[in-house]
T-cell receptor
Framework: DQQVKQNSPSLSVQEGRISILNCDYT??????FLWYKKYPAEGPTFLIS?????DKNEDGRFTVFLNKSAKHLSLHIVPSQPGDSAVYFC????????????????FGKGTLLTVNP | DGGITQSPKYLFRKEGQNVTLSCEQN?????MYWYRQDPGQGLRLIYY???????QKGDIAEGYSVSREKKESFPLTVTSAQKNPTAFYLC???????????FGQGTRLTVV
């Protein structure tokens, strides 16, 4: 049972336009959400995150929106650049240690973003 | 430089052999994780550990074993009981109280 879903396996956009990557989740226990970027044969790198107490977080060209009632989040990249071409993973986190001090991430299957020059 | 080191980057084994993947971190992180990536499957959690000598099964632990004898090391053994061991394996760590995990560069294991 997939708790984090990225329903679009791939997305292609033109350089300079907006890229919107979507993610849905089913587990109401998730309280923190992250986006990771991954190039082939490398480990994922952290991009941006959002707590469930917020509905928007912005960092430069990257903005993440969270709609808790719909259990949906999205990553907006504006403007898109060719170097943004990679696989983007949505991840959700909840506490697994009773002391609240550590967490485990559940990942979606990823969306391959291609930004064309 | 601080980081997470996985070795080797590529590993080949014959079917039926156990193989151990190395993961070392010098970030002084408490928690460590092992994930597996297959094409079209995203990252799936194999095992995780918060403290030395303690670890928990993830979503796909069958056929794998781990140890956490030192804070900086979290080796993963892929046993002959793992039915489909060929995959890209990623180790990660995170500091106390942080949701963000930092990943190593991965080990691609091919079993022939």
């Amino acid at each position: 049972d997939q708790q984090v879903k990225q329903n679009s396996p791939s997305l292609s956009v033109q350089e300079g336009r907006i890229s919107i990557l979507n993610c849905d989740y089913t587990n109401s226990m998730f309280d923190y959400f992250l986006w990771y970027k991954k190039y082939p044969a490398e480990g994922p790198t952290f991009l941006i995150s959002i707590s469930s107490i917020k509905d928007k977080n912005e960092d430069g060209r990257f903005t993440v929106f969270l709609n808790k009632s719909a259990k949906h989040l999205s990553l907006h990249i504006v403007p898109s650049q060719p170097g943004d071409s990679a696989v983007y993973f949505c991840a959700a986190s909840h506490t697994w240690y009773s002391g609240g001090s550590n967490y485990k991430l559940t990942f979606g299957k990823g969306t391959l973003l291609t930004v064309n020059p | 430089d601080g980081g997470i080191t996985q070795s080797p980057k590529y590993l080949f084994r014959k079917e039926g052999q156990n193989v151990t993947l190395s993961c070392e971190q010098n970030l002084n992180h408490d928690a460590m994780y092992w994930y597996r990536q297959d094409p079209g499957q995203g990252l799936r959690l194999i095992y995780y550990s918060q403290i030395v000598n303690d670890f928990q099964k993830g979503d796909i632990a069958e056929g794998y074993s781990v140890s956490r004898e030192k804070k900086e090391s979290f080796p993963l053994t892929v046993t002959s009981a793992q039915k489909n061991p060929t995959a890209f394996y990623l180790c990660a760590s995170s500091p106390l109280g942080s949701h963000e995990a930092f990943f190593g560069q991965g080990t691609r294991l091919t079993v022939v």
